[in-house]
């Protein structure tokens, strides 16, 4: 840092607030003591940070044991924001979510000494406030209760069921079947209370949801019932890969889609645009769900902004071929 300040031209204070991000610096400044440390190829020594500080650059992630989409994509992103900011990822995966599991994953994160937790993993007992975590580690949960004590990134999948149900009623269908998610997740309930509303407030009739989970053959069995049903003629799906197995329940009873029913999925996997026909759905935009949790990791009570608590991401319905008029 020395011979960096030596080459800028500035005072090692300087040189420290720049690498820290510190709003007073003025550009000018700011761009020769950047160019200086490209010139000079210079890397903060975090052992050395650690020592002053206390803590390491260390972020810590809770998240429980899983291939689902969602949870692995917010991962991702999570520790690709945390490189861009030169941060480094401790990931403690929880096989189940329960207080046991994440109270362990606590105490193995803070014998790291981790700068921050964030936790992905939307239930109850993921609020790891409880469990007494030092004043100086700041958390936020992704995705979960907005009425935690420990600050929330939330995905509006509540506004986003909406939109998706009144894009099926819009299209002309008298009402839309929902194939629901697990009852103990957020997420799941927050889509199961979007379309419903969506149904009421258009004044048509709420049929009974039907419990699926997350899988393509849990949305194959909802369907091989729905598949039956002729005035079934618009489905939301809890997800992507709900909406997958209701796509093959539905072609193995000779119902067309769109012709005959209409489907919405939720997440935009990678591959929903290649199903056949091509999946309506909605993209919760993970990137900015992950850039959100930064942010709010910086944004906690004493860090000079107010203590900002909650941030809460727009979700985008992406239309493709899966929808169109009922049969007449």
Request: proline share 8%; glycine share 8%.
């Amino acid at each position: 840092m020395t011979d960096v300040a030596r080459l800028a031209g500035v005072s090692h204070m300087t040189v420290s607030r720049v690498l820290n991000g510190h709003p007073t610096v003025r550009e000018q400044t700011r761009l020769r003591v950047q160019a200086a440390i490209a010139q000079l190829g210079y890397r903060p020594n975090r052992a050395a940070r650690a020592l002053v500080t206390g803590r390491s650059q260390m972020i810590g992630v809770i998240a429980q044991s899983t291939s689902l989409y969602g949870p692995a994509s917010l991962l991702t992103e999570v520790e690709r924001i945390a490189a861009q900011d030169g941060l480094a990822v401790s990931v403690s995966c929880v096989p189940r979510p329960d207080q046991h599991s994440i109270s362990e994953a606590v105490d193995r994160l803070l014998a790291h000494r981790v700068a921050g937790i964030i936790v992905i993993a939307p239930i109850e007992v993921a609020d790891v406030a409880r469990y007494r975590l030092p004043p100086d580690v700041p958390v936020v949960t992704i995705d979960g209760d907005i009425q935690r004590s420990t600050a929330v990134v939330t995905i509006d999948q509540v506004s986003a069921a909406r939109e998706a149900t009144r894009h099926l009623l819009d299209a002309g269908h008298r009402t839309v079947w929902h194939v629901a998610g697990p009852p103990d997740r957020f997420g799941s309930a927050a889509r199961q209370k979007g379309w419903q509303e969506a149904l009421v407030a258009a004044g048509a009739d709420v049929p009974p949801p039907l419990p699926a989970g997350w899988s393509a053959a849990s949305g194959y069995e909802c369907a091989e019932l729905l598949a039956r049903m002729p005035e079934a003629t618009a489905i939301f799906a809890a997800n992507d890969h709900v909406a997958l197995g209701v796509l093959r329940a539905l072609q193995e009873h000779g119902r067309r889609v769109p012709e005959d029913v209409s489907v919405i999925g939720f997440d935009d996997v990678p591959e929903a645009a290649y199903f056949m026909p091509p999946l309506t759905t909605v993209r919760p935009h993970f990137d900015a769900v992950a850039r959100a949790s930064f942010e709010l990791l910086g944004a906690q009570p004493g860090s000079g902004d107010g203590g900002v608590r909650q941030r809460t991401v727009v979700p985008t319905l992406i239309s493709r071929a899966s929808v169109a008029a009922p049969p007449s």
